[in-house]
């Protein structure tokens, strides 16, 4: 038996995972959580092969929770499931302690593949996922201005070059504008940047563009 823990804030990303798992011929035992915090008590509390966790919840993101797990239970194998693409946050996962990378357009079977491999122990990234990972170990790997950000100004980075204001990303990560307004000039200190503008600039300009995948509905579809 494989205990999984589903951790996502959309409750038919939960529902469509779970009726997956149960359809596979493998035997799961299947838990649910609805933010980090949540995902927190249950693998403090518990038991778990593989925590199947997405990065953009609300409070405490995805990636401050893998790493809280992997400090308190280095045990439980976490394999990222979200909407962004690798390049956004891959490597950030895999040096926090993530066990695999996947993105949510992916089909039920290679979700199921990811699973099992992770919990045997095993890694689940894309070649050139790899490649990147192998070039960021490099002792004169040349880190650009947005590597230099912590997981949250990332976060909020991507959230900002998506063209969302303040307000709509505070109530997106369920968090203060005012914390979300000392986030951005942060971000705009460490990256030398003057305004939003300059902002999406970089985004673009650095290959950083990515079409919005398939929402919950299409997971519904599944």
Known sequence: MIKVLIADDHPVIRQGLHQILSERAERFIIGEAENSLETLRHV???????????????????????KQIKNEKPQTQVLIFTMYPEDHYGLR??????????????????LTSAILRVAQGGKYITQSLAEKLASALDSDYDRPPHEVLTDREFQIFNLLAAGKTVSE?????ALS????STHRTKILTKMNLRNNAELMHYFLHNGLDWSQPPGPEAMERN
């Open 93 to 110: 996962a895999l040096k926090a302690g993530a066990a695999g990378y996947l993105n949510k357009v992916c089909g039920p079977d290679t």
């Open 177 to 180: 504008v005012k914390t979300i």
């Open 169 to 173: 990303i505070a109530a997106e990560l």
């Open 44 to 66: 403090r509390n518990g038991h778990w092969d593989v925590v199947v966790l997405d990065i953009n919840m609300p409070g405490k993101s995805g990636l401050d929770a893998l």
